[in-house]
């Protein structure tokens, strides 16, 4: 089955017909709406579909390999088991969308609204997600090996069973996401925000508490955090900053152990209480991590 796309008002072919070489100059000059169409199967590789409307489009077992989306519409719309290899997504509208099974490795997704799609088992290695928002989006079993999704936001994502060996998550929001069965190994967490996540069943070292982003945190965590940063930079320079002196990590020769916001008014020098197992479980508990 090879569908073609037509004018649902004139149900003139316009897929790189004689009279518009390009699917884009199609859709522009058709005004084309293509709504709620059926295209199972098409084959949509190569083509130009910037801006496009396909809100509730039937694409299941489509081939959009290396196709051009960029902004397009494809809210509600069933992209079942479809081919994206290599295709541009950048900026497309792709709430609520079916994309379980899909191809996307390589795919461009760049600011790509995603919220409550479903993605589970696709294949997104190596796509970019960077910006991404997937917002309550169905990811379980997904593959994402190496996948970029640099400050995507996964808020109350379900990521269960999903690959993300190498997976770029630095300042990502992964606020009450579900992370079970996953391997957080070689993931890179920099920054990223865990706070409700569910990390039960989930393969981590706990020094990913040294990358994730703590942010606020009760006064006694936070003293506790500061007195592990002064044992990097000193006791005494960290007194001296909290009377108004300079940051002790701020020419970048040290790193901070933690990233949370701290407290001047706080500082009292002393040795840290807490370590290893027992402060990883405690900022947990604070953050409501399950684990």
């Not at 709504?35 to 081939?63: H, K, M, P, Q, W």
Request: proline share 1%; glycine share 8%.
């Amino acid at each position: 089955m090879n569908r073609q796309i037509k004018n649902r008002y004139t149900d003139e072919i316009i897929v790189k017909s004689n009279k518009y070489p390009s699917t884009k100059i199609a859709v522009e000059k058709n005004k084309q709406n293509l709504t709620e169409v059926d295209l199972r199967e098409i084959n949509l590789s190569g083509t130009e579909l910037y801006g496009a409307d396909l809100n509730d489009a039937n694409l299941n077992d489509a081939n959009l390999t290396g196709a051009e989306l960029t902004g397009a519409n494809l809210m509600w719309a069933n992209f079942t088991n479809a081919k994206f290899t290599g295709a541009n997504l950048t900026n497309a509208k792709l709430t609520g969308a079916n994309l379980s099974g899909a191809d996307l490795r390589g795919t461009n997704l760049w600011k790509a609204n995603l919220e409550r799609a479903n993605l589970s088992g696709a294949n997104l290695k190596g796509a970019n997600l960077k910006r991404t928002n997937l917002w309550r989006a169905n990811i379980t079993g997904a593959n994402l090996t190496g996948a970029e999704l640099r400050e995507a936001n996964l808020t109350d994502a379900n990521l269960t069973g999903a690959e993300l060996t190498g997976t770029n998550l630095m300042w990502a929001n992964l606020t009450g996401a579900k992370l079970i069965g996953v391997n957080l190994t070689n993931a890179k967490l920099t920054g990223a925000n865990l706070e409700g996540a569910d990390l039960r069943k989930t393969n981590y070292n706990i020094s990913i508490m040294n990358q994730i982003n703590w942010e606020e945190l009760s006064d006694e965590l936070t003293l506790e955090l500061m007195r592990h940063d002064a044992e990097i930079c000193g006791s005494k320079a960290m007194t001296d900053w909290a009377k108004g002196g300079k940051c002790p990590f701020s020419t970048g020769n040290i790193q901070r152990l933690f990233y949370f916001n701290e407290k001047k008014e706080l500082w009292k020098p002393r040795k840290p209480k807490l370590h290893n197992m027992k402060l990883w479980k405690a900022l947990c508990k604070e953050k409501n991590i399950k684990i």
